[in-house]
Structures are given as C-alpha cells and as structure tokens.
C-alpha cells in the first residue's frame, strides 16, 4: 500500500475520532484543505504521523480545542470587502427599513469584525433599534473575542480605509476608544446582539430570520455539507428573506437556485421568491 494511501486512511480515523468523541463533523470538510491544516498541526506540534494525534484527542479536551482552533480559519477585518457593504447600504437597507423588525443570523461570526460592520451600517441607517441579531460559530476562542470587541490598534488604519470605501456616513473613530495597543469598540454596537456557539455541521435551524449573513464559511465545506446548510438557511429564511454569501461561493447547484432571485449578483446577495 503506498504511503498516500495510508495517510488517507489515518485521516479518515483522525476525523471519524473526532466526531465520534466531541460530535464536531469535519468529515465533509473539503478534503484537500483538511489535509494541508493537519500538516501543519503535525510540523507544530513536532508529531510525524497523524495517526499519533488520535490518543491524544481521545483523552484531552485541550488538545482538541487546540487542534479546533487551527482548522477553523478565522481571518476576517471589519468592512472586508467594502463593495459588499456598499450593496448592502444600497440594495439590503431599502428593503430592511419597510419592515417592522430584523431578525439577523449571523453564521461563522469568527472574531466579530464583521458583524460589528453590520451593526454600524444598522445604526447609521436607524435599523439598530428594530434588529435583533444572532451571531453564531463553532470556535468558543473565537467566539469569545468576538463578545469582548477588543481589537489591535495597527489594524485600525486599515478597518477605517474599508469603513470609507464602503461608503460610511460618519467617522469611523466614532465607533471605538483606544487603549493602550488595542480598540474597544463601542458598547452601543453589541447591544441586541447575541453571540452563540453553533455547528452548521450539526446544529439546526436557529427561528426565522429575515436575513441571514455567511461570508467566507462554506468554501472550505464539500458539495454535501454546502447542501446541508443550504437547507438549513433556507428553512431559516422567511418569505422575502436575504441571504449574504462570499465573493468566491454561491447558490448555483444548491439546488435552490429557483427559489431566490439574485438582488446583487456580484456580491452574491439573495432574496427568498
Ligand atoms: C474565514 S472566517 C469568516 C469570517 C467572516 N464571516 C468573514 O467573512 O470575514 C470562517 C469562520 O467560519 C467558522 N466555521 C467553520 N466551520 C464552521 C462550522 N461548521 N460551524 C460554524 N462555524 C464554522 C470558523 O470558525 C471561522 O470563524
């Protein structure tokens, strides 16, 4: 048997212990990125094999909080992508502000950046007061600096350029003060939002939402996790309902491409028909 061969054989052990132990599925990971962040895992932690992680897994929780943080990609920034807030300031709002109220899903929230641009747009637009967000992910370290909104002061040249390019109607210095090396942003900015632990690989449906906002998540998901939580949002969705998805994914061969209509084809923003 060539070593390739094994080595997939151990994967596959190393994923099925996972679930088998703490319930986290990462058996439809795309396979290929998977393999690249064991790899790492392995050069970091001095191991040759990934069949000597699997032990360890079974009897310590820290490792395998360590060994989930390292799968889970959190890069964000706040206003990434500017030209996607900019469609959301011309395309989303108009529709959010002839509604009563907002029930917002936030799925893979990673460190909160992101969900705090949205809060900002929501509050310049005079949405914040009818919004109620859920912000959700499966990485509690990451969900645990979203909850604080503490912030490095160096990325903070950067998050104002994005925040004007996309179009912000007042300084972004309004929205946090500075600390020694690090940004507080504003406590005004979490209320009515909840953070909240949530597996798109396990969990189900979070209530009806009117918009549902999942950027950058599902690319590292294969074909039958993408449909899976499709499903998921889709059950989510009410009638007229929007959903947010990344630059690089989309709703083609979901299988519910009849169902939406594209409102920005571009920065792949969805209505529910
Ligand atoms: C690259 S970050 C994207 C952050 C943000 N949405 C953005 O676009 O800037 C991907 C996030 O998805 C989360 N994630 C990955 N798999 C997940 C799963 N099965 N359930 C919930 N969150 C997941 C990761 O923990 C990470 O925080």
Redesign the pocket.
């Known amino acids: 048997m060539l070593m390739k061969e094994i080595e997939k054989i151990e994967l596959d052990l190393l994923l099925e212990c996972i679930f088998l132990r703490y319930g986290y599925d990462f058996r439809q990971y795309a396979r290929a990125s998977m393999r690249r962040r064991v790899q790492e895992f392995l050069e970091r932690r001095n191991h040759s094999k990934i069949s000597e992680l699997i032990p360890l897994l079974l009897y310590d929780e820290t490792f395998f909080q360590d060994l989930v943080h390292h799968f ?6 706040m206003f ?1 992508d500017p030209d996607f807030f900019h469609a959301f300031r011309q395309k989303i709002v108009p529709i959010l502000q002839k509604q009563p109220f907002i029930k917002l899903w936030h ?4 460190t909160g ?2 969900i705090y641009s949205v809060a900002i747009v929501l509050f310049e637009e005079n949405l914040a007061n009818k919004t109620i967000t859920f912000a ?4 509690n370290r ?1 969900l645990h600096q979203a909850k604080e909104a503490i912030y490095e002061l160096g990325l903070i040249k950067k998050f104002t350029k994005n925040y004007q390019d996309s179009g912000g109607k007042g300084f972004f210095s309004d929205y946090y003060s500075a600390q020694y090396e690090s940004v507080i942003l504003k406590h005004h900015l979490k209320d009515n939002i909840t953070f909240a632990h ?4 396990n969990d189900g449906v979070f209530g009806e939402m009117n918009l549902i906002i999942c ?3 599902m690319i ?1 998901f294969d074909k039958n996790l993408q449909e899976r939580v499709f499903r998921i949002f889709d059950e989510s969705l009410a009638k007229g309902g929007i959903l947010c998805l ?1 630059s690089r994914e989309s709703l083609q061969f979901s299988g519910l491409e009849d169902k939406y209509e594209a409102i920005d084809e571009k920065q792949k923003i969805f209505r529910k028909r």
């Not at 799925?107 to 990673?110: D, I, Q, T």
């Not at 959700?136 to 990485?139: A, I, L, P, R």
């Open positions: 889970s990609i959190t890069v964000t920034e990434r799925a893979g929230c990673a950046e992101e959700t992910d499966f990485n990451a949530h597996n798109l690989a950027r950058n998540v590292y990344g």
